[in-house]
């Protein structure tokens, strides 16, 4: 398995272009994250999923947009990119299978730059 | 919702000592507890989690602790090496609830 796999790994964008940042996953789940990271800071959820058709946002939505139409794809999409949104961003799953199966499955980054 | 506060931000330690890692939590109704390491560079990857119906739960050198009627939690790293050097963050949900929240993220430095 590769697990959950995110492209591109580095990005530089103009103000106000637009992009897709992609994730894939290879293990069945039905939930995925997005996440945020800014320098020194924690993990910000941007949007997540529970399932293919189905996506809620989380603490930091605005400027942002997901969709789901397979289990395995959870594209992440800025529109209008502003210098706030340089951060890295994760991709995360894990299996909506029960207690036992909490543990998030994070996918290398992808680090974006906003000049 | 759910806040998670972690302290401190930073922790430098001497090889060989222990390291305490400090988190609180807001919400009664969290049950699940896990520890994320990030190394430099690398993604997140949890290292150990624990439910509230223990209050202690060891892994070899790590162990986490928790305190339900404080609604605090801790990691304790003993006999510290430099692999240890990492970012460590807590977290906290329902158990089986769809998020996760994450506290703010401690920075381990272990000084040979």
């Known amino acids: 398995n590769a697990g959950v796999t995110q492209t591109p790994k580095f990005r530089i964008l103009k103000i106000g272009q637009s992009m897709t940042l992609q994730c894939a996953q290879d293990?069945?789940?039905?939930?995925m994250y997005w996440y945020r990271q800014d320098p020194g800071m924690g993990l910000k959820l941007i949007y997540y999923s529970v399932g293919a058709g189905i996506t809620d946002k989380g603490e930091v939505p605005n400027g942002y947009n997901v969709s789901r139409s397979t289990t395995e794809d959870f594209p992440l999409r800025l529109e209008l990119a502003a210098p706030s949104q340089t951060s890295v961003y994760f991709c995360?799953?894990?299996?909506?299978?029960?207690?036992?199966?909490?543990?998030?499955?994070f996918g290398s980054g992808t680090q974006l730059s906003v000049l | 919702g759910e806040n998670v506060e972690q302290h401190p931000s930073t922790l430098s330690v001497q090889e060989g000592d222990s390291a305490v890692i400090k988190c609180t939590y807001s919400?009664?109704?969290?049950?699940?507890f896990p520890w994320y390491k990030q190394e430099l560079g690398k993604r997140p990857q949890l290292i150990i989690d624990i439910r509230s119906n223990v209050g202690e739960k060891k892994d070899q050198r790590i162990a986490v602790t928790l305190n339900k009627t404080a609604k605090h939690f801790s990691l304790h790293i003993t006999e510290t090496q430099p692999e240890d050097s990492a970012v460590y963050f807590c977290a906290a949900s329902i158990q089986g609830a769809q998020k996760l929240v994450f506290g703010q993220g401690t920075r381990l430095t272990i000084n040979p």
């Open positions: 995360a799953s894990r299996s909506s299978g029960g207690a036992t199966n909490e543990k998030l499955f």
């Open positions: 293990m069945n789940h039905n939930y």
């Open positions: 919400d009664s109704a969290s049950n699940y």
